[in-house]
């Protein structure tokens, strides 16, 4: 079921931030694929297992933004329903993670991936406890 969210948070705003934050996200990969940046994260080195935090956080986060920005909406594959920002994310995270196996300066790790779809799966979960909140709390007044 889809519904405008309206009464909580001004959408236009959350879809501006959306953008800004994949802009964020797609040009610091770009920077990392291209050899360029690679310092940018040396002060979280002495964090254990700090690159596979990173991914499920920044992922996982902007899984979350993009299924609100896009108003909760569902698609669905036979039985199952996914959100699109959902959807989208493991489209385009596959894709990414994959293409940095041609990267002399990345190496494409599974553990990565793996990473980034907990990040997509804790995050959607969360989108679903959110969106259900909304619908049965604010919504209903």
Known sequence: ???VIQSTFKLKYLQYATIAYSILIFSTTILLDNGYGGSMFEFLKNIPHYDKIGHFMVYGFWTFLLNYSLNFHKMSFGIFRIFTGSF???FILSIEEYSQSYSFYRDCSYYD???NYLGILIFGIISEKLRNYIKTKILTK
């Open 113 to 115: 991936l793996l990473a």
């Open 88 to 90: 989208i994310a493991i």
């Open 1 to 3: 079921m889809n519904f």
